[in-house]
């Protein structure tokens, strides 16, 4: 009995309300006409509030994945060197993204371990032409220092190429005033629209940067990218039903606000640690005086003798979908994604299922304290 | 007053079935739960067929364009000669993204003539590691002989690159039987789904030419593709609204049978040369004993004194968007798509107001010609 009415909460992708479904019903249209046009400014006047920047903001159809390669395939050519801050997996994915355009000095930490700061800049001082920083760490639940490495980059003249994609639209993400070159962000996270469009700003001094290359990337090549927006359209054929999708998400951003929005997400992540504090579960990563645990994704160690993967079959089965750990976490580490729409009903539910699925599993003997520690958190919504 | 009831005829994006709308508005889920895989697995399998092939088949979450630069990118060496075959838009389009990987030796006629074989085989006795077709070149209505240049390719020992965009779904193409090793189609095309996936089919020689590679782009990785396609996944998150439409529309083509679906759009295209005929107005293509008209999209030179946005302008306003000119086209021809699910009414109706628009324009005089060329040879569908 599929009623398609399971509870996503994951890491993306994120619910979509009702009206964003809606929105993507809608007949085609002609992706060289004025409509798809306005539809574009729209989205792209909405987007710079979230970014928070005055550089180009582009739309690309394709995931976070196309545009952090977008921004190192324009930037990075095969004798530059880009420094790759690693420490979980998508620190990894930006590493073999430039491991394909250039030369990669990368700083491998423990996935869900801390950067320090003196390591990064010792990198730098050896030469980069970009630095490759994951905001917000999904696979491990750590928020990484962008606006220190923003400025060590700058420092050491390096472009800083940021993936905000798991921050930006339920995160504090100050593009311009942390000096980031390229931002990315996919549809299918904080900003609750569905999976396969990817945003991405652009600095003067990344596109400085791409006028150096000798070749550039074709479907990802935001200097053609820069050339059609003048016309508010793309170089090549748009999804267009996920830009009905995504216009509708941005205007439900814009109701919102973006300021309610990250205090929104940021409650919810408090409150979901503060429930797997009061049940006895660990939080996964360690963090320094730089880091912070995620406002989008908490990740948590599996208890004593318990596959994470359990975890996650055992609340399926109850209708809730939650992510485990990837790749060498696999098991050992399971995550409660609270990014885009996410209410607090969503999360007290999760949580008084998390703590019947505890329960049975002998790890904890009081399922209501992780929904009244929760809850305490959460009334701070009111 | 927006009725959201504008009528495509232009070569994509087509009109989508109502049934294919509703399903894109479907909420979202795991795409690394097995509902994702059993759609995924459905698909490639109705694609198959499309294909006519035994090839591994891969969705990309990309435009046509991306599934092109795909299957020159993931092949072709800096050192290494394409021979890319242009006579339109997009086969300077795979010439383009041919001279961002490898060596180009263009063979560039004027769009819209056909190729001479003799020329063709010249070109690959003089060496290449693939050779580039556009099976049927949209921008200016012309099909060429995929068939025959194929055999070529075989017999040069050249890897075959076909951009089968606007054939695939609606015309004849035997992926296996011609030697194509990569071929390519938009969703948005004969296919009748929404843009924003392209298919890819690979031979086992295209792969073979991916292990001699350096370095293959990131985001468009057939052995990426491959490797989770194991799995029935796609390698980043895919685009899941546009799977949930892709797949009602194959199911669609798959109740139509490809045979039945091939004779309507080659009989669609006739009724509108038809009629075009009738009306006095010349096809755009210039055809040798190679190649064809096009079964899918109609180029048309627009009448002395005229230019083709106007018409275009015209149609427009009576509630029809065809297609003008691409670059040095613009204007100088127009372009009715008739592809996808469009029916013998959709085309009556638009032979109907072209009629209209000429005559208003002063071309013709008698309205009703074009219908009645058009309706006499659509009357064989019935």
């Known amino acids: 009995m599929d009623l398609e009415d399971t509870l996503l909460m994951m890491p993306g992708p994120v619910p979509v309300a009702p009206r964003v479904l809606r929105a993507m019903s809608k007949p085609m249209i ?33 995931s976070g ?42 700083l491998e930490n423990d996935w869900g371990s801390s950067f320090d700061l ?27 220092p962008a606006k220190e490495i923003g400025r060590l980059a700058k420092k050491h003249d390096a472009l800083f190429i940021m993936d905000g994609v798991t921050t930006l639209g339920g995160d504090t993400v100050q593009t311009d005033d942390w000096g980031v070159d390229i931002a990315v962000v996919g549809s299918q996270k904080c900003l609750a629209a569905p999976p396969g469009l990817s945003m991405i700003s652009v600095s003067e001094r990344a596109f400085e ?29 748009p999804a267009i039903p996920l830009f009905f999708g995504l216009q509708e998400a941005l205007h439900i951003v814009k109701e919102e606000g973006m300021e309610a929005r990250i205090k929104r997400h940021a409650t919810g992540a408090r409150a979901i640690r503060a429930a797997a504090d009061a049940m006895g579960i660990e939080m996964f990563p360690q963090l320094n005086k ?85 809850g305490e958190v959460l009334d701070e919504l009111l």
Do not use: W
């Open 290 to 374: 730089y880091s912070h645990y995620s406002n989008t994704v908490t990740a948590m160690r599996s208890p004593a003798g318990i596959s994470s993967d359990d975890i996650k079959k055992d609340m399926i089965a109850r209708g809730i979908t939650i992510a485990g750990g990837q790749a060498h976490l696999k098991g050992k580490i399971f995550r409660i994604g609270s990014m885009g729409n996410v209410q607090p009903k969503d999360i007290i539910l999760t949580i008084q299922e998390l703590g019947v699925v505890l329960k049975n599993r002998g790890v904890i003997s009081d399922i209501g304290a992780g929904v009244e520690a929760a």
């Open 30 to 62: 002609n992706h060289r006409g004025a409509e798809f046009s306005a539809m574009y400014d729209d989205c792209c006047e909405i987007l710079a509030d979230v970014f928070r920047t005055k550089n180009d903001i582009f739309i690309l159809s394709g």
């Open 118 to 144: 003196d390591e990064v800049e010792k990198k730098l001082e050896e030469g980069a032409k970009a630095i490759t920083l994951v905001h917000n760490e999904t696979s491990a639940g750590i928020q990484n």
């Open 209 to 237: 940067a791409m006028e150096k290359k000798e070749s550039l990337p074709y479907y990802l090549d935001l200097k053609a990218c820069r050339k059609s927006s003048k016309k508010s359209q793309t170089p090549y054929t």
């Open 65 to 106: 994945t196309a545009a952090m390669e977008a921004a190192v395939g324009c930037t990075v050519g095969k004798d530059d060197v880009v420094i790759a801050l690693e420490n979980g997996k998508f620190g990894e994915r930006f590493k073999d993204i430039a491991a394909r355009y250039g030369k990669v000095n990368a």
